[in-house]
């Protein structure tokens, strides 16, 4: 018997004035196309899946740990195929825990926190990542 892998779905919608909504509610991401490009919104999309990710693994460890992050992140056309995407990212996050774990833990943590943000693994380039825990790179 075959085990079926779990899902997840998620659904936003865009009106004609361009403001999304989120099928769970919350408050609605107004049209400020100067502002919050779709570029933007993946790249927010990429920092807040890893942090996520790395808080879930976390929190399942026994830790609650303070998450911040940025990414800056380079379009241009590939040279493989002409089309612009998505070439380079470099993914800055910060944690800080109180108690620190131990740094084998941490490093742990770090790899699920990867390894588990599947917007980080839906693109094709993969991100350059950056971690600095307690103050320390971990790079």
Same mark, same amino acid.
């Given at each position: 018997? $075959?085990? /079926? +892998? *779990? $899902? @997840?779905t998620y659904e936003i919608s865009i009106d004609q004035d361009w403001v999304a909504t989120s099928d769970r509610g919350g408050v609605p991401l107004p049209s400020e196309e100067r502002t919050w490009t779709p570029e933007h919104l993946l790249l927010a999309a990429l920092v807040r899946c890893t942090l996520t990710s790395f808080r879930h693994h976390a929190r399942r460890a026994g830790h609650e740990p303070a998450t911040r992050g940025t990414v800056a992140a380079v379009v241009t056309r590939r040279e493989e195929d002409g /089309?612009? +995407?998505? =070439?380079? +990212? *470099?993914?800055d996050l910060d944690v !800080? @825990? &109180?108690p620190l774990p131990p740094q084998d833990e941490i490093r742990a943590l770090v790899e699920k926190g990867e390894r &588990?943000? @599947?917007v980080g693994a839906s693109? !094709? =380039?993969?991100? &350059?990542?950056h971690w600095t825990v307690n103050g320390e790179d971990l790079s």
């Open positions: 018997m $075959s085990v /079926r +892998a *779990r $899902s @997840f /089309r612009f +995407a998505l =070439v380079e +990212a *470099r993914v !800080t @825990f &109180d &588990d943000c @599947f693109l !094709t =380039v993969e991100p &350059d990542y």
